[in-house]
């Protein structure tokens, strides 16, 4: 099994969502982490384009062989993109959690909420205290 990713440039969640911050916009996914716990993910419900997401709020599901899982948001704001592919294609979130994988894009409603967010190395090390890894 490959080891797990945790890329420096991004934020973490304590419920596993990353977060790609460019300018007032974030981009969420899953960590590498969640999704290989999850095992094959099967189904991705998200919110619409025009819909608001609330931080630490659930904004969709996503079902896998083992599981079904809310996603909670990292930050509150609007949505202004959704995964279609991911969404049709709910594989590439295992295959390529970082990157292809991305679930949804929102304007961040308040930045101050970034400092709820961990560093990559505060994200491990959360993982290795609860014994997950």
Known sequence: MEPLKFPEELLYSPTHEWVRLENNCAVIGITDYA???LGDITYLELPKVGDTVEASQPFGIIESVKADEELFAPLSGLVIAVN???????????????????????????????????????YRRMLEQEGRI
């Open 84 to 122: 279609q592919n991911a969404v049709d294609h709910p594989e590439i979130v295992n295959d390529d959690p970082y990157g292809e994988g991305w679930l949804i894009a929102i304007e961040v409603k308040d930045l101050n909420e970034i400092k709820t967010l961990m560093s990559a190395e505060q």
């Open 35 to 37: 999704q290989s716990e």
